[in-house]
């Protein structure tokens, strides 16, 4: 939409109308033929349900097609392990923050466990939402939360807004308000407040990080997601993982936001330790929370 954001609908139809093109340039810059391909991975949930259905279809269409196995992906676990793949981290407490999911998870006992989370909206939605109401306009391909970044950095006075972590979770509805609300009283500058609500919101998922690390004595933190690009929240979560003699380790921008490689590699994981999804369970799982999933390759 000329807002920005997404609309589920219209980007699922755009994902229909592109997939066959998409299949194409995939196999032509791999090198490969679809006759190559030993299983098919997708990301069955959790995210939007059109949007996921479109994928599961054209994904059973190829699994059926050259009759090779399906592998349904949680998407957060995906995230998880693409950052490993990429930074050698082997066993992290990981920052997961993007527009969909804020999650604090760390592996034990075959699942990746959820130690904290948004008991709400998640940390880049809220980013998001802020920039919209703010007016803030998207170059192509630019995230509204890299605008925030830009015009944070040259904020000069912290506002003070709602910090609200209730335990091991977190809350970004009422911080969301309160920045709306001084935005719309025209009191503050709006670099300001870009700045008031990107401190607020990275110091309570850096808390909450810390206090997993801290629990879990685990000597690597991940930071991974669309938000995990922004270099003052890698600055704060870098300073914690110093602070407990901890190895940071943060996702390549490029594989930060949602992608393919992540969902492909995920794949190779499951179907290398005897997971297939059968067709008639490759139904999208909307809430697949994180720790629904086995994950056999950690040890």
Known sequence: PPEGGIHPREAARHHTEVAAQVLKEAFRKAGIKPKDLTVVAFSQGPGLGPCLRTGATVARALSSYLRVPLVGVNHCVAHIEIGKLKTGAVDPVTLYVSGGNTIVAAFDAGRYRVFGETLDIALGNCLDVFAREAGLKQKPGEPFGAIVEKLARKGEQLIPLPYIVKGMDVSFSGL??????????????????????????????VEITERALAHTEKKEVLLTGGVAANKRLQEMVRSIAEEHNARFCTV??????????????????????????????????????????????MK
């Open 176 to 205: 969301l308000t309160a920045a709306i609300n001084a935005l719309k009283s025209r009191g503050c500058r709006l670099e300001d407040l870009c700045y008031s609500l990107q401190e607020t919101a990275f110091s309570m998922v």
């Open 252 to 297: 390549p921008s490029e594989y930060a936001v949602d992608n393919g490689a992540m969902i492909a590699w995920t794949g190779v994981l499951a179907y290398t330790h005897g997971i297939t999804t059968p067709l008639e369970e490759s139904f999208v799982r909307l809430r697949w929370r994180l720790d629904e999933v086995e994950v056999p390759w």
